[in-house]
């Protein structure tokens, strides 16, 4: 059996990607007609990484012991290693066991004293070259700090603009109030639960917890110190510096007030836009259990306005699960979608841009250094022509620039592409969910559903609920409820046609979910709110 390893790092090249690693370590089994299996590191690991630390190196290792692998396949050295302790390690065992080891295709010779030179020469210059790398980086890094730039994400209440540190004007507020909370005596459990009872969510929807309120109490950047490397460097601050020092100094008084935890469930966290502001949609719950809503979180703070109106936790959670769900709707619409659509030719005209600019970003890259040859075997160079050389290098790495973000922005849409189809997609929404669990609900809309757009029409008085799914190019599933929440009706995907057609008999033929209607609703009633949906709704969002 042949072991394909692939890894790929932060700083690797676009060239060097799992999918190309995958690609070449197949074509190199289907040439020597070995039967293969991958183990897939994943991205984001570096080479410098010891073994333990490398999932799939580690179970090769352990496979490889066990003589199921009898041969290795890596695209070059440094997706083994960028540590010379990893090499000297993986060799050996390899050696001991018999294994075959090829890099780049080209078998490793154990008895070769050339080969293990070799081997051991690459593998301490992609040691150097690891080494070097990260010491021109943590000095980049800290001529960045020290110019006030961001090189990675920024803590909580900053953001970036232009690449340098500033303040985020909204999560400064919550900040604020959490040094204003702790000081007047709130444990750092008891401002976690306040915060996510009222929807505050920190960084990528998380919720807050007592050791994220108390590291950010602690964190010097507030005050406007920078931590970097054990250096503080300057920055704006949120927090007075005596404030600051007063709140951490009253930190360990709040220790025993924490107040009572409160763990609510909200089948939709995370999932829900306000289509009025923008922001977050967040459950609130009362103790009565009457009116529990999801409400735009503006309504945490007087100064920013958005006159959204929440919508009953009941109602939606019922309509997302009973209506798309278990009457298997999304099913419908997803099977509708790959009927309609030629997936594989969108791919194919992916790749094809991006070959192309690929192609270009090389190109350009030669011209670049073109230029650069001229400009240095003239003798005559003056001011002017130094001027018309960094004008044109100027311009042709902007393009590059441009041409790298189409083609990532093409990647991204690949993935999405090449998921449609997919038949484990199929398979969820296949499956009979005869009375599921909350978190098994909770896992299977967050895996189809990208988000919920909840919009409010005061001059209807009714409220328009975009559903938009995971899938690329799947279409936006709408319903519009009347403020009395009784029932909702789909609008979406209708013609003039439809429009005129006969009055149909029954709830089933028009899709409509309801808790408590016996009216009838026809055809004309959802492609009037449809139309008005395209012309009012849909353009703000």
């Known amino acids: 059996m042949l072991a394909i390893y692939t890894r790929l790092s932060k700083e690797d090249n676009v060239s060097t990607s799992i999918a190309n690693q995958t690609r070449e370590g197949k074509e190199f089994a289907l040439k020597n007609n070995l039967k293969y299996t991958i183990y897939n590191e994943g991205e984001g690991i570096s080479g410098g990484a010891e073994i333990k630390d490398r999932p799939q190196l580690n179970r090769l290792l352990l496979d ?60 301490a210059v992609n040691q150097y070259q690891r080494d070097l790398q990260a010491s021109q980086t943590k000095r980049t890094l800290k001529d960045n700090v020290r110019d006030g730039k961001v090189w990675s994400v920024v803590a909580y209440g900053y953001k970036s603009d232009n690449g340098y540190l500033a ?88 220790r025993n007030n924490s107040g009572k935890k409160v763990d609510h469930k909200y089948l939709l966290k995370g999932l829900l836009k306000c289509g009025e502001c923008g922001r977050n949609y967040y ?33 939606l959670d019922e309509l997302i699960w009973s209506q ?14 790959i009927a309609n659509n030629d997936n594989d030719l969108i791919v194919s005209r992916i790749k094809k841009e991006n070959n192309v600019i690929k192609k270009t970003i090389s190109s350009n890259k030669k011209k670049i250094n073109k230029l650069l040859d001229n400009f240095i075997d003239n003798e005559n160079t003056n001011e002017n022509i130094i001027n018309q050389v960094k004008s044109k290098i100027y311009s042709i790495v902007n393009d590059n620039t441009s041409l790298k973000e189409i083609r990532n922005n093409n990647l991204e849409d690949l993935k999405q592409f090449e998921k449609a189809g997919d038949t ?14 909350f978190n098994v609900k909770k896992e299977v809309i967050n895996s189809i559903v990208n988000n919920i757009i909840i919009t409010f029409d005061k001059s209807e008085g009714v409220y328009f609920i975009e559903i938009t799914p995971k899938i690329k190019g799947m279409e936006t599933i709408v319903y519009v409820a009347p403020f009395s929440k009784k029932y909702a009706i789909e609008i979406n995907r209708l013609t003039t046609e439809d429009a005129l057609s006969v009055k149909k008999e029954t709830y089933a033929d028009i899709n ?8 009838e609703v026809d055809v004309k009633i959802r492609f009037d709110y449809y139309n008005y949906y395209l012309k009012n709704i849909k353009k703000k969002n």
């Open 64 to 123: 490889i012991r066990n003589g199921d692998i009898k041969a290795i396949w890596f695209r070059n050295q440094n997706r083994l290693e960028r540590n010379s302790a990893t090499y000297v390690i993986f060799i050996s065992e390899a050696k001991k066991y018999n294994v075959d080891v090829y890099f780049n295709d080209k078998l490793h010779n154990f008895d070769n004293p050339s080969d293990n030179l070799l081997g051991n020469i690459t593998s």
């Open 283 to 315: 459950g609130r719950k009362r103790l009565s259990g009457k009116d529990n809503s999801y409400i735009c979180s503006s309504k945490r703070y007087k100064e920013l306005t958005c006159c959204n109106k929440g919508i009953l936790i009941p109602f």
């Open 167 to 254: 303040i985020d004007k909204e999560e400064a507020i919550v900040v604020r109030d959490i040094f204003k909370m702790s000081l007047s005596g709130k444990g750092t459990d008891s401002i976690a639960n306040d915060l996510n009872d009222k929807g505050v969510s920190s960084r990528k929807g998380k919720l807050f917890r007592g050791k994220t309120i108390q590291g950010m109490i602690k964190n010097t950047i507030y005050k406007g110190k920078r931590l970097y490397s054990n250096e503080y460097y300057d920055c704006p601050n949120i927090i007075e510096p005596d404030l600051w020092q007063k709140v951490n100094d009253n930190l360990k008084n709040n």
């Open 324 to 337: 798309l769900f278990s009457k298997k709707l999304f099913l419908k619409a997803y099977q509708d979608f």
């Open 512 to 519: 409509v979910f309801q808790f408590n209607i016996n009216d």
């Open 424 to 437: 484990s997609i199929e398979e969820i929404l296949n499956r009979n969910y005869s009375n599921p669990s």
